[in-house]
């Protein structure tokens, strides 16, 4: 398994070499199953980084694309859950996320991914507020 300090090391992306250095405290925390950790910028910048992140996930790892249904992995099942687009969830599948983050009681670790301002979201009442400060618990911001 790779080092979490050493994802966002490689030198042969320079844009990624100022964030690395500002993120990796964020991403030592990765190695720690509990914490949930939302990556916010465009997609192709969230995608690489997640393409970084794959080797020191939990297994199995399962990914909600934007526009699938939300099908969340049994509740006593360990492992990691990836929720890209996050901001787009329906009203229903955030209330049914926020009750499976009740019943997983910490044992899959949840990353989300979005490009737009989730805080924003929250302020005018289309993302509930208990799911965004579940999944903000760490935040990785790819957007400078």
Not at 40 to 47: A, N, Y
Request: aromatic residues 6%.
């Amino acid at each position: 398994m790779e080092n979490a300090s050493n994802v966002f090391a490689d030198p042969g992306h320079r844009t990624y070499w100022p964030m690395a250095r500002a993120a990796n405290a964020d991403l030592l925390l990765m190695s720690m199953p509990r914490v949930n950790l939302l990556l916010t910028g465009t997609d192709d910048v969230v995608q690489d980084a997640l393409t970084r992140l794959m080797p020191v996930l939990r297994d199995p790892v399962h990914v909600r694309n934007a526009g699938q249904p939300l099908e969340l992995p049994p509740p006593t099942q360990s492992g990691t859950l990836i929720l890209r687009d996050v901001g787009n969830l329906s009203r229903v599948d955030q209330y049914r996320l926020i009750k499976w983050l009740d019943l997983t009681a910490g044992r899959t670790q949840v990353i989300s991914t979005t490009g737009s301002a989730l805080r924003e979201l929250v302020d005018i009442g289309v993302f509930h507020s208990t799911l965004y400060y579940r999944l903000n618990v760490s935040c990785v911001d790819l957007t400078e």
